[in-house]
């Protein structure tokens, strides 16, 4: 194995070098920026044949299929250290193609260490039960997973967002499972200004047998929420909201302060990592601790909400695959991430 150090003044920058001196298929091994210094070093390395085989970095892709076929057929005859490079060069592909910048991506290979690479290689030899355990826990130890907890009565929930996500479609999903589990549950909106809003959800409500509450505003959302009786659960439905509108972020962030009352942000999959971690740098003004994941039946990379959700520290809670109201708002966790990531991916 080729090992190097770089140093340069940014991730990208230090990046470039790796690629010019090592090639396309280095894999970096840490990343480290010391205090008062604005450069960051990067250590990365590239396996010694690499260096016998040049065409194979100018994208041979016959010799490079050859490589992987020879190791998933005779993956016994790799030494450990060989086959955790082959893991970390996984894993660091895997991120690249959900456009995870590439700051992040070290950050996120640094959760794993060579006792937990270790570890995984004792369970199992083959691509398949290598590479993915190893996904689920990179993600377990880079991400906080805390679903939501319908059996609770202070389950008293506010969903918010940009506009055309999903949030009321996740809240008739929720209220449907609430209804269909007979607890005690109040729906309520405040998005009395988008043409159909009201409309959209009383159509579900009324299904449901419940009655949807308007709210104008504050001082009516406070009313209507203390009017309840305490063990109901609470469901409110928001307009979206730009963040970079002042005047609309300024109503929303009044409303989503109301005590005893959690605002948990929906985030689209398949957006850009760089606007979803600038949108949140706003939405992060909000008392919000969790991220709800909606379109994951419409979006290919997954990039910008592991970015937005790593960049601010928020945690995530549930996931809405489907527009069937019926297809519930499930738990998300290690497992059900890896396998979205893995899903589109060649």
């Known amino acids: 194995m080729r090992l190097r150090t770089f140093t340069a003044v940014d991730m990208p920058s230090a990046m470039k070098l790796v690629r010019e001196a090592l090639g396309d298929n280095a894999v970096i091994l840490s990343t480290d920026s010391k205090a008062g210094s604005r450069n960051i070093t990067v250590t990365a390395a590239v396996e010694e044949e690499e260096e016998e085989l040049p065409s194979l970095r100018r994208g041979a892709a016959n010799a490079a299929i050859q490589k992987k076929q020879n190791w998933i057929a005779s993956p016994s005859a790799r030494n450990d250290e060989s086959l955790i490079n082959d893991i970390k060069f996984e894993l660091q592909n895997t991120l690249r193609f959900h456009n995870i910048p590439e700051i992040l991506i070290a950050k996120l290979l640094q959760k794993l260490t060579n006792t937990d690479y270790l570890d995984i290689i004792e369970k199992g030899r083959s691509t398949e039960e290598l590479f993915r355990p190893a996904l689920e826990r990179l993600l377990s130890r880079s991400f906080v997973f805390d679903p939501l907890r319908f059996s609770t009565a202070d389950l008293r929930l506010m969903l918010v967002g940009t506009t055309g996500i999903g949030k009321t479609l996740t809240i008739a999903k929720l209220a449907t499972k609430l209804a269909l589990d007979n607890q005690s549950l109040a729906v309520i909106t405040t998005d009395n200004s988008r043409a159909g809003g009201i409309e959209q959800l009383q159509a579900f409500t009324n299904i449901l047998n419940i009655e949807l509450q308007i709210a104008n505003g504050r001082t ?101 695959r489907t527009s069937s109201i019926m297809d519930s708002v499930q738990p998300l966790d290690p497992a059900i991430l890896a396998q979205l990531l893995l899903k589109y991916k060649g």
Do not use: Q, W
């Open 220 to 320: 009516e959302l406070e009313n209507i929420v203390k009017s309840l009786p305490a063990r109901t659960r609470i469901l409110i439905d928001t307009a979206g909201c730009s963040p970079y509108n002042h005047n609309e972020f300024k109503e929303l962030k009044s409303i989503a302060s109301i005590a005893g009352i959690e605002p948990v942000l929906v985030l689209p999959a398949g957006g850009d990592s760089l606007e979803a971690i600038d949108m949140l740098e706003i939405f992060s003004e909000l008392p919000i601790k969790r991220i709800l994941v909606t379109r994951t039946d419409s979006a290919r990379r997954f990039g910008s909400i592991l970015s937005a959700a790593m960049a601010h520290g928020l945690s995530f809670c549930n996931i809405s």
